[in-house]
């Protein structure tokens, strides 16, 4: 078996989770094709089908492009290793995923990231500006949350909580954003939507004032987006594309 050949599920994993851990690690190496990684740090986390106290992160130490579903690491609501694991998993993460993921029923996917689009936002007084086709999709589903240093601290992860009030998106100000997705493809379509978004937003203001948008127009574009509408896949027919694509590249993810 070559380092690219897809490993069969062993026996000690159930099938739903084996395929749960098989797509979570195709969003790693997606976020590592997009640009979207930040060396070892940042996550994603799934929580494990039906079993709503166990959620799978990256193993702290490995690069996206090193993360693979055989080595992705379950914990427990309290962070606590499910099994056995050679990595640990970043406390960072898991403070305010964990929270989430206990707290929330709707929350199946967390992500994170810190790319510098996403981060000059945050950093802005200002917020995020529904002033673009993409910001459009998001209006009134972004939530702030004031920077309180690194996120260590599991007090913490009950005002993130609170911060978010609901809310699918949420924007740690002077640090980067939270999306919360139904499912991992709803998820990786939020952050689709918050990186375009604030791509756009800084291009915009390096040149001059933005054209406003009226609120029924942003509203209708809510109602209208094909990233969230079940009909159209709501971001799974998105994923399956990157994954196809990432696939015929690198299918080593799957070992």
């Not at 039906?50 to 193993?59: A, E, K, R, V, W």
């Not at 991992?184 to 933005?210: D, I, K, Y």
Request: some cysteine; proline content about 5%.
């Amino acid at each position: 078996m070559t380092a690219a050949d897809p490993l069969e599920r062993p026996s000690h994993i159930a099938a739903d989770e084996w395929a749960a851990r098989v797509q979570l690690a195709a969003a790693y190496r997606i976020f590592d094709r997009l640009g979207w990684a930040e060396l070892i740090y940042n996550h994603l986390s799934l929580r494990v089908p039906g079993d709503s106290g166990h959620i799978l992160l990256n193993p702290f130490g490995l690069h996206y492009r090193e993360v693979c579903a055989s080595n992705l690491v379950k914990v427990d609501a309290h962070g606590n290793t499910v099994g056995h694991s050679d990595w640990p998993i970043n406390p960072a993460g898991f403070s305010f995923h964990g929270a989430i993921h206990r707290t929330l029923p709707e929350a199946h996917c967390v992500m994170h990231m810190h790319t510098t689009p996403t981060m000059a936002v945050c950093c802005l007084e200002s917020g995020l500006a529904y002033t673009n086709f993409y910001a459009a999709q998001l209006h009134g589903s972004v939530a702030y949350h004031a920077f309180e240093g690194i996120t260590v601290h599991a007090d913490e992860g009950a005002r993130i909580l609170a911060s978010a009030g609901g809310k699918p998106v949420l924007m740690l100000r002077n640090h980067g954003p939270v999306v919360v997705g139904r499912t991992l493809a709803h998820a990786f379509s939020l952050m689709w939507l918050v990186q375009r978004a604030c791509e756009v937003q800084l291009a915009t203001q390096s040149m001059g004032a933005a054209r406003p948008i009226a609120t029924p127009v942003l509203e209708a574009c809510v109602r209208d987006s094909l990233n969230f509408n079940p009909g159209f896949g709501a971001g799974q027919d998105v994923f399956d594309a990157m994954q196809r694509l990432q696939d015929a590249v690198d299918p080593s993810y799957r070992r």
